[in-house]
Antibody, heavy 119, light 110 residues
Framework: EVQLVQSGAEVKKPGESLKISCKSS????????IGWVRQKPGKGLECMGI????????RYSPSFQGQVTISADKSISTAYLQWNSLKASDTAMYYC????????????WGQGTLVTVSS | EIVLTQSPDTLSLSPGERATLSCRAS???????LAWYQQKLGQAPSLLIY???NRATGIPDRFSGSGSGTDFILTISRLEPEDFAVYYC???????????FGGGTKVEIK
């Protein structure tokens, strides 16, 4: 059974750093992309970027380039989303999703990690 | 970057009615790369349709997708109570590589 299990909710202060995780199981981690999607409260879905764990090829959406870092550790089938300096505007739910290589749709999703940034 | 515009923002319908949701792209999209997702309140999105018209595993046949070029449609033939949710279209563009979502259409009970 394919599963993506994300790390738990986080409460941080502006300026702090954060790394959240997405652990995959039930399939070959290195042969699918993993995408990260942001959803601000009451708003729509935004793709932040995707990573191919097989060779760490990473593509960022223009709005998120330089704002976050996406990485993966194939030895433990886990992808990460990282911030060096959080802002209040980073408050959102973050989802990871498995992305099918050929057609780029997301067939399995994590449960989401809620990140709250507040002073 | 391709922009996807969904309409209407909200669709108010009764159970048993037909729902027609539109997704328009700012430039031509490969049909292979157009997908639809459903998101229920408090849940992660789930895949409904991929490659414009292919239903994902377990999706009932009251859901159908169609379209080409810049105009795509998601149709729910007869709304069931569990279908009231927000629906998003998504496309993948290769130059530059990017995945983008439409703004979503909320299907609410009238």
């Amino acid at each position: 059974e394919v599963q993506l299990v994300q790390s738990g909710a986080e409460v941080k202060k502006p300026g702090e750093s954060l790394k959240i995780s997405c652990k995959s199981s039930g399939y070959s981690f290195t042969t699918y992309w993993i995408g990260w999607v942001r959803q601000k409260p009451g708003k729509g879905l935004e793709c932040m970027g995707i990573i191919y764990p097989g060779d760490s090829d990473t593509r960022y959406s223009p709005s998120f380039q330089g704002q976050v870092t996406i990485s993966a550790d194939k030895s433990i089938s886990t992808a990460y989303l990282q911030w060096n300096s959080l802002k209040a505007s980073d408050t959102a739910m973050y989802y990871c999703a498995r992305v099918v290589p050929a057609t780029k749709f997301s067939d399995y999703w994590g449960q989401g990690t809620l990140v709250t940034v507040s002073s | 970057e391709i922009v996807l515009t969904q309409s209407p923002d909200t669709l108010s319908l009764s159970p048993g009615e037909r729902a027609t949701l539109s997704c328009r792209a700012s430039q031509s999209v490969s049909s292979s790369y157009l997908a639809w997702y459903q998101q229920k309140l408090g849940q992660a999105p789930s895949l409904l349709i991929y490659g414009t018209s292919n239903r994902a595993t377990g999706i009932p046949d009251r859901f159908s997708g169609s379209g080409s070029g810049t105009d795509f449609i998601l149709t729910i033939s007869r709304l069931e109570p569990e279908d009231f949710a927000v629906y998003y279209c998504q496309q993948y563009g290769s130059s530059p590589p990017s995945l983008t979502f439409g703004g979503g259409t909320k299907v609410e009970i009238k």
